[in-house]
């Protein structure tokens, strides 16, 4: 098949191309070429800037494609023009949404027909902050409009895997692994939950090539922070309270993945994937995930500085002076 990606140099686009050629796809991608990419030389690659609307799109003009991947469509704009340009030029439509779509949901399951958070006006570009689940709401809704029944909406739950650019999971995995005591937050009993990219791309794929219609749910394994803690395996661990964590003002920025139990977006860390998983969808292990970070990170050396050090010391001799207290 002939497939359109646009994006697809870093993280989860990367893997996709990657997971489209495997499967004997000829792919093409359209990116403004700013970053160098290790894609294979295969990959046909356009340039195109879609803040400027449609005429950042001039390279796709008179070209056909049998399915188009949007990776960067983050406002009405770029949404609108890749629409309107590609509507009558390729067969299926599959946007990468995220579960911010469902917003502050404080308890889940959270299931594809769970309320969706108020759209951003088309005129909105910024993308900073909490306008991103807005934003993701305002192209769902463009793409379906326009595009009917060859629109697939894929909402991935937070992705994990080599060459994430954040720190989300390898700070955890490089924290576990130095000397002194570990800061693990609240009591264990709290959950967590990611998805793997190359679930994320396997399943893209596979949404392509059976020509799959709908709205999906990507997430992966929900667990505690006990279990997670247990799969990092570091070697001491001290868990400090939710209420010490708060009056720090240590937040999820410093503990990437940790929503404690009925906060602002907990919910997201209970996502249903079960249409998915009935269409195809298959789910990595987290063991597996976290041991193929491991060995790239250990590899490629990435940023993954989440909490300041000297915080986490404060914090660890805090909870443990409050722990002689109240005996």
Not at 109 to 116: K, M, N, S, T
């Amino acid at each position: 098949m002939r497939i359109l990606v646009l994006g697809g140099t870093q993280f989860i686009g990367r893997q996709i191309v990657l997971e489209l050629l495997r499967a004997g796809n000829a792919v093409t991608i359209l990116n403004r070429g700013v970053t160098a990419d290790d894609l294979p030389p295969e990959a046909e690659r356009l340039r195109g800037d879609r803040d400027r609307g449609p005429s950042g799109l001039a390279q796709l003009e008179r070209r056909q494609w049998d399915a188009c991947i949007d990776l960067s469509g983050y406002t009405a704009v770029h949404v609108n023009a890749s629409v309107s340009e590609l509507r009558r030029r390729v067969g299926r439509y599959v946007f990468i949404s995220a579960v911010a779509v469902y917003g502050p949901a404080r308890s889940g399951p959270l299931y594809e027909r769970a309320p969706v958070i108020e759209a951003a006006p088309d005129q909105v570009t910024d993308v900073a902050g909490d306008m991103y689940g807005r934003l993701k709401v305002t192209c769902e809704r463009i793409v379906r409009e326009v595009m009917g029944e060859r629109a697939t909406i894929l909402r991935p739950q937070i992705v994990v895997g080599p060459h994430d650019p954040t720190p989300r999971l390898t700070y955890w995995i490089r924290r576990a692994r130095q000397p002194g005591p570990m800061l693990a937050p609240g009591d264990g009993s709290d959950f967590l939950q990611v998805v793997d990219v190359k679930d994320v791309a396997r399943f893209a794929t596979l949404a392509v090539k059976r020509d799959l219609s709908g709205t999906f749910n990507l997430a992966g394994e929900r667990v505690t922070w006990r279990s997670f803690l247990d799969l990092l395996a570091p070697r001491e661990v001290c868990w400090v309270s939710r209420p010490l964590l708060e009056r720090a003002g240590v937040g999820e920025r410093d503990l990437p993945l940790y929503r404690p139990a009925g906060s602002p977006r907990s919910g997201l860390m209970h996502v249903d994937h079960g249409c998915a998983v009935n269409a195809g969808f298959a789910v990595t292990p987290l063991r597996s995930s976290i041991e193929q970070v491991r060995a790239w990170a250990e590899a490629a050396n990435p940023d993954s500085q989440a909490l300041n050090p000297h915080i986490e010391r404060r914090l660890i001799e805090r909870q443990a002076a409050a722990a002689i207290k109240s005996k």
